[in-house]
């Protein structure tokens, strides 16, 4: 393909997986790195070659800029895809790859630098008539002058760290009591995650929606946006739940916005795939510029499924030089689809991660329904990373149909082993409110989520319990029960197998098991020879 024969993915998880898939398809060859953690990961076994990084720690690992640009060059790769998170929005990175005459699939130095700084970020696009929140434009030295920025703009206020993202040091105050704390506390948080103990102040808008807009812009100059995302469903500045079309943008708000984000880009001089994010109130539907994110996102298959463009193969392309394939015109949105991402997290102990063995997984499927992962029954879920293991989307002609079959997928899914999310996120997409689409970033709080996730949690219990009782006379083995646990369909069938294996002796199942809990998945699937 052009000036990219091989890629190297600076990533792990899904994203890699998914970078991996959109190169072969283009004839492109692949090359992993990967961590201690990672050596058993799925990444690692779809990539042509595989390298080892380093220890599990992310910086001794995935942020070792040096060692990946090293591998690089000795595996003759012309281009890195960083994806997500880790070195994707790293000037210096950028700049280390250009000195050493490697693509970086992504946005130049210069754009990550302009776009990374927030403040500076906000007054250039301030100066250039962007709307942005109204706020500081330089960096807060103190509580005195933040007090006096929050007088003018008026309460409430967020005090936000310069660098950095995530949520990470955001702290929300209603008076000047709370302020005078919250500068302090936000700078050393600042300080401590991101090097830069550098603040501004933004007036806090109450339960506004987070709507991104998604562009592709090349190396000609061009620009263009693939319509919004909703991403309101958020758990402390945590993006969850997103979808496409949002529910309260119609034809010309999607024009302003989009034309905004076109605007914004082309200012920042981006180039590659992004998203520019705004806050907007429905109060007078206004919309605020909030930041770009110089990536490719989590959430962008949320896109992809209603546009029919493939965002990562579009990111490669233009790496290699070729502009846009598509002109403005040519973007059309087709029905609704929704995205769930799914964690490995504990939802009745406060979300906290959850790491270990998967030691059952079973994706959904059927009509509308896509899984991206990076895990498999038999993976073990490392400490080390975000928790991120799965993305579940659904489409639909519209949204109602998008959200049943979100519904059913969520269902479907089994991942055990380990604790995930999904409780949380049948709740919602079970919640009146958001099936009406009455939502915005304080859904969770307002529609008291985490609790009734705990209820939902505790009930499933109790069903899985009532289902196992059930099949316990029949002297299902723990393996076969766990199974037809899924669905009470399968009872009268379990109940004859049951009937059958029962025959079989003790010894016979306790080798089969013994056999089957040895077998290594990727013999089995092919991907690699058995050494036996």
């Known amino acids: 393909m052009g000036a990219i024969s091989k ?9 890699a997986v998914r970078v991996i898939r959109a190169c072969k398809e283009l004839g492109i060859k692949t090359v992993a790195v990967y961590s201690d953690a990672d050596k058993n990961a799925k990444f690692v076994y779809y ?14 690992s995935y942020l070792n800029m040096e060692k990946i640009i090293q591998i690089a060059k000795q595996c003759g790769t012309e281009a ?30 210069k754009a990550q630098e302009l776009l990374g700084d927030k403040i500076g970020a906000r007054k250039t696009m301030s100066q250039a008539g962007i709307p942005i929140v109204p706020g500081s434009l330089d960096v807060v030295q103190d509580e005195k002058e933040a007090m006096r920025i929050a007088e003018d703009i008026g309460y409430p206020v967020m ?9 990470i040091g955001m702290q929300i105050c209603w008076s000047p009591r709370e302020l005078s704390e919250a500068v302090k506390k936000a700078q050393a948080l600042a300080a401590s995650a991101f090097a830069r103990p550098e603040v501004y102040v933004e007036r806090y808008l109450v339960k506004p929606r987070h709507i991104e807009i998604q562009i592709l812009a090349d190396t ?34 999607r024009r302003k916005m989009g034309e905004t984000a076109v605007k914004v880009a082309k200012i920042a001089g981006y180039v590659s795939a992004g998203t520019v994010e705004f806050l907007f109130s429905e109060k007078d539907r206004s919309f605020y510029f909030l930041e770009v994110n110089s990536r490719v996102q989590v959430e962008h298959p949320v896109t992809e499924l209603i546009t029919g463009i493939d965002i990562v ?66 993976y073990t879920v490392p400490v080390f990373y975000d928790p991120l293991v799965a993305k579940l989307l659904a489409w639909g002609r519209d949204r109602s149909e998008s959200i049943s079959r979100m519904r059913r997928a969520l269902d479907e899914f089994v991942i055990e082993g380990i604790k995930t999310n999904i409780p949380f996120h049948k709740v919602v997409l079970n919640d009146e409110e958001f099936v009406k689409g009455n939502i915005s970033t304080e859904f969770i709080v307002d529609r008291n989520i985490a609790e009734r996730v705990v209820e939902l949690v505790k009930k499933e219990e109790v069903s899985r319990k009532e289902k196992l009782s059930i099949l316990t006379p029949a002297q299902l083995s723990p393996v076969e029960a766990k199974v037809f646990a899924v669905d009470k369909k399968t009872i009268a069938i379990a109940a004859a197998i049951a009937a059958y294996m029962s025959s079989r002796s003790s010894k016979n199942n306790r080798s089969q098991n013994a056999s089957n809990n040895n077998v290594n998945p990727w013999v089995m699937s092919a991907r690699v020879k058995s050494s036996s």
């Open 313 to 378: 193969k579009e990111q490669l392309h233009i790496a290699s030089g070729e502009p846009l394939r598509y002109k403005q015109e040519d973007i059309t949105w087709n029905g609704h689809a929704i995205e769930c991402r799914i964690n490995a997290e504990d939802p009745v102990n406060d979300f906290l991660p959850s790491s270990g063995l998967v030691t059952n997984y079973i994706e959904p499927g059927g009509p509308g329904i896509r899984v991206d992962s990076g895990i498999y029954a038999g």
């Open 80 to 109: 890195i895809h960083p994806g997500y998170g880790f070195l994707a929005q790293n000037a210096k990175f950028v700049r280390l790859c250009d000195e050493n005459g490697i693509i970086f699939i992504g946005p130049p130095a």
């Open 159 to 167: 005090v936000k760290p310069a660098g950095g993202g995530g949520g």
């Open 47 to 60: 990539a042509d070659e595989a390298y080892y990084l380093g220890p599990s720690p992310a910086k001794e």
């Open 220 to 253: 000609k100059g061009k620009v263009i946006h693939l319509g919004e995302r909703e991403c309101s469903i958020q758990r402390r500045h945590q993006k969850l739940i997103e979808e496409a079309p949002s529910p309260v943008v119609d034809d010309e708000l």
């Open 7 to 15: 890629v190297l993915v600076a990533n792990r998880g899904e994203i």
